[in-house]
């Protein structure tokens, strides 16, 4: 492995994109070369050698550039070492509990194969995006439930599985 990795993501207000550019921080100090793009503007997966994808969640699916993401480059993703991971709970249960992948990822994990999935809080303020989101945060449950901490952690031991595969190989 030459530790290129992508960190693809899908967002509609910009917290998984945060997310996601932590997510290659930590990759990038470990080593790796870690590129972070939007999920809807990846092309071409050949210079990848691995590749974590993460999405907002909303109504209990995840954002429709993750999902068109992992069906568009299904074969690719399908050949690589690969993580998921979702941000949406706007309250502290991300940080209490494991919460399980919904649905349709959980069926992509099964399908790609995947190495590992976590949700991780969301983050919903002040001028986000579209009608629902801001009626959340007028009635006041909104904020940020994201916890950096515990994302750079979970990158960490992305990056420590690839080292030892990359020692292996």
Not at 9 to 33: C, D, P
Not at 70 to 85: D, I, M, Q, S, T
Request: aromatic letters at 8%.
């Amino acid at each position: 492995m030459t530790g290129k990795v992508l960190v693809a993501y899908g967002t509609t207000n910009g917290s998984t994109a945060q997310i996601a550019e932590a997510v290659a921080e930590v990759l990038r100090k470990e080593g790796f070369t870690a590129d972070v793009s939007p999920a809807g503007t990846v092309a071409d997966m050949t210079p990848y050698e691995a590749v974590v994808v993460g999405g907002g969640l909303y109504a209990g699916r995840w954002h429709k550039d993750a999902r068109r993401f992992v069906r568009r480059h299904r074969r690719a993703l399908a050949e690589r070492p690969l993580w998921l991971f979702s941000s949406g709970p706007l309250d502290a249960t991300a940080s209490e509990r494991d919460i399980p992948p919904v649905p349709g990822v959980r069926k992509a994990m099964t399908r790609l194969d995947a190495r590992g999935h976590v949700t991780f809080g969301g983050c919903l303020e002040e001028g986000a995006k579209g009608f629902i989101a801001r009626k959340i945060v007028s009635s006041g449950k909104g904020g940020d439930f994201r916890n950096f901490p515990e994302i750079e952690t979970w990158a960490a031991r992305v990056a420590d599985e690839l080292v030892k595969e990359k020692e292996a190989n």
